[in-house]
């Protein structure tokens, strides 16, 4: 494995190399002692703290690069928990035998809590996220077969079918263009490669109701809504404790998760940040499975499924040999259009 050794950065091996391309004329990249140059238009990507950044700001992402550098640990596995795990084989589908050996895009990555998973699982795992969550990312999977990037899924900086396995999971719907996020990624897999969707569900009456406090909190100072969460937790004790009054204490608590609705998660830790995630995002858009389905299958994707938690979805690209290529395929080729 080839690296070129700056301070931090220990460069890029070889193998990822290979699939990087320039955001601005899709040429092939050079690397040298602090960056890459695009060989065909010169374009510069810089590292900056140890990581190549195809975008210079975080844009509308900011408070997940708060959330993910406050929370970097949370739900990262452990010895005793296992949950990102199982909620990564409950969202996708995907088995270890699915990805060993694969090389894998962790589309919006976050601090990576997914790539730790399927590093482990002995996959080589590409990880691009908008915001300041890839140092995050970074730190967690040191050591790991993994590169992590900061880059927009709207401007993905890699070359056609350079992948085996995508998966992007609580990503594509805090974009400002859900659809569109997806149609970028077909194209990114190799024919026969899988794709794994999770998003939103548009048949949860409890989403709605959050909306209307989202109008405000979505414009908060990550800082103070991250204390007004922390302040939040108690109302679960409460909840808890209303559900043990015989006959009007369930409907007291339920009436009480309308009025505030935020998370239930037994972990206080968890509590907060998936408090905090939920009304700090900037956009966040509700889907259905029928909708999804469609995006599916105007992309030429097959075998499309749906998976165990609403709304997750799996496809793989039809893998028919070139010059020949089917229907499927030219759809494919046009949603990267
Ligand atoms: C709710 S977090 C999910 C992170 C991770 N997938 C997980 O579940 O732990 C959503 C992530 O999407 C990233 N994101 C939002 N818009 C993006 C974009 N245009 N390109 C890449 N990542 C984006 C955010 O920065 C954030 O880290």
């Not at 320039?22 to 900056?48: I, M, Y």
């Not at 088995?95 to 060993?100: I, V, Y």
């Amino acid at each position: 494995m080839k690296t070129v050794k700056n301070g931090t950065w220990p460069g890029v091996a070889d193998e990822f190399l290979a699939i990087l391309r320039c955001t601005q004329c899709r040429g092939s990249l050079r690397q040298d002692a602090d960056g890459l140059t695009c060989l065909q238009c010169s374009h510069r990507v810089p590292v900056v703290g140890g990581l190549l950044r195809f975008v210079d700001a975080q844009q509308y992402a900011g408070s997940f690069g708060y959330q993910w550098l406050k929370h970097k640990h949370t739900q990262l596995d452990t010895e005793a928990s296992r949950r990102s795990e199982a909620d990564f084989i409950e969202k996708t589908g995907l088995t270890p035998d699915d990805l060993r050996g694969k090389l894998v895009l962790d589309v919006g990555c976050g601090m990576g809590r997914y790539a730790d998973v399927v590093t482990k699982w002995r996959a080589h795992v590409v990880g691009i996220d908008l915001s300041r969550a890839v140092e995050a990312a970074a730190q967690n999977l040191a050591g790991r077969e993994a590169l992590v990037l900061q880059a927009d899924v709207f401007s993905l900086p890699f070359a056609p079918e350079s992948f085996d396995v995508i998966y992007s999971l609580g990503v594509l719907h805090h974009t400002p263009d859900c659809r569109l996020a997806f149609e970028k990624l077909p194209q990114l897999l190799k024919p026969g490669g899988k794709i794994a969707v999770w998003l939103y569900s548009a048949y949860n009456p409890w989403y709605r109701a959050s909306d209307f406090y989202r109008v405000f909190t979505r414009r908060m100072k990550p800082e103070w809504l991250h204390r007004l969460c922390t302040l939040a937790v108690p109302i679960y004790h409460i909840h808890n404790f209303l559900r043990k009054i015989p006959i009007l204490g369930r409907p007291a608590s339920g009436a009480l998760r309308l009025a505030f609705p935020m998370s239930f998660n037994p972990d206080p830790e968890w509590r907060v940040l998936d408090t905090f995630d939920w009304y700090s995002a900037y956009y966040q858009s509700k889907h259905t499975y029928e909708e999804v389905f469609r995006w599916f299958e105007t992309c030429g994707l097959r075998e499309i499924r749906g998976g165990q938690v609403p709304i997750s979805v799996q496809g793989t690209r039809p893998g028919v040999p070139r010059p020949d290529s089917s229907s499927e395929e030219q759809a494919v080729e046009r949603c990267a259009g």
